[in-house]
Structures are given as structure tokens and as C-alpha cells.
């Protein structure tokens, strides 16, 4: 249902009658489209993770 404030398109339908529909923004249209296949991770977690991955870093220069 519109509501006042609301943004419109105007949508053609199969029988050429013009209806009015509540348009979305690009945000809403393509949310959670592009999702990655990585778990979330907490502040804690990605710190350790970079802990861990310079670490390994370290150690690899070193034996070069």
C-alpha cells in the first residue's frame, strides 16, 4: 500500500494499463545479492587472525 512520502514507478502491465507501484531504492532492490562465502568474525578473532598471518609472515622471511 502507498503511503504519502512514498517514491512511485509507473509499471506497465500485460493488458497496457499503468499502474502505480512503491519503488525501492537500490540498496533494498540488491541487499545480500553479493554475499561472500566467508564466516563473520569478531573483533578478537580478526585480530588473532592478523596475529597469526604476520606471524607466519615472520617466520617465512626468515627462513628465506
Known amino acids: 500500500e502507498l503511503k504519502e512520502g512514498d517514491q512511485v514507478a509507473f509499471v506497465m502491465g500485460e493488458d497496457n494499463q499503468v499502474r502505480l507501484k512503491r519503488s525501492t531504492s537500490v540498496v533494498e532492490r540488491t541487499a545480500g545479492a553479493l554475499r561472500g562465502n ?5 573483533a578478537e578473532q580478526l585480530r588473532e587472525a592478523a ?3 604476520i606471524a607466519e609472515d615472520v617466520i617465512t622471511r626468515l627462513e628465506a
Do not use: D, I
Open 38 to 42: 566467508v564466516a563473520h568474525l569478531t
Open 51 to 53: 596475529e597469526q598471518a
